[in-house]
């Protein structure tokens, strides 16, 4: 993000400090953006999650894997059943993991990863519900899904808008709505999150003397 008339250059800020406080407002400018992406479309993955027989599977590639792991595991913790599949390991025999009554939620930034893709068509034509959560409108992955989560963002927080920054930030904060939302459409209990986390510190305030057993 370079100097704007808001945001003028301060000469006594090194630049490379200067860079920092752009990347925090680039990335806190994405995550305010997506909340009014909350809509129907939104909803309605929520719906289809909460009424699906299976499990949710999360794949990806690259960065957008790695927050699709993250996404994973908060989802799992939180009452929703949910395991990441690597988009690659997919076509090479995971594919077969995803089973009827799951629903595949896809990461790709820009909706065109091929591994990602090949995965979203096997999905397709075995008739599984597929979620895309990418930052294009036009890309295969979007025309791929049902249902389509969209996490676009105006540039990436690094100088050379090229490292995934606040693309991965958007989709992260996308997916923790996504498991907030399903924890009150469920009623998931505190009591429900202590039977999950019975280790560490969250264990230990939950369940420990004083806690909720």
Request: glycine share 10%.
């Amino acid at each position: 993000m370079q100097p704007t008339s808001e945001h003028p250059a301060d000469p006594a800020v090194p630049p490379s400090m200067a860079a920092a406080r752009a990347a925090i407002r680039s990335e806190a400018a994405a995550v305010a953006a997506l909340e009014e992406r909350l809509n129907g479309r939104f909803a309605a993955v929520v719906e289809l999650i909460a009424g699906s027989a299976g499990r949710v599977v999360v794949t990806g590639l690259g960065k957008s894997g790695i927050i699709g792991r993250k996404i994973a595991a908060t989802l799992a913790s939180t009452g929703t059943p949910t395991f990441f599949v690597h988009a690659a390991e997919a076509l090479h025999g995971d594919s077969g993991m995803v089973t009827p009554g799951d629903v595949v939620l896809a990461l790709s930034a820009s909706g065109e990863t091929a591994e990602v893709c090949h995965f979203g068509q096997l999905v397709a034509d075995r008739g599984i519900p597929l979620v895309a959560m990418t930052g294009r409108d036009d890309c295969t992955l979007n025309r791929l899904a049902s249902h389509v989560l969209d996490v676009s963002v105006i540039r990436e927080a690094d100088p050379l808008n090229l490292a995934p920054t606040t693309s991965t930030t958007a989709a992260l904060a996308m997916g923790d709505a996504l498991a907030v939302a399903l924890m009150v459409h469920r009623e998931f209990t505190e009591e429900d999150f202590a039977t999950f986390h019975p280790g560490g510190s969250l264990g230990q305030r939950l369940l420990g003397p004083g806690g909720i057993a």
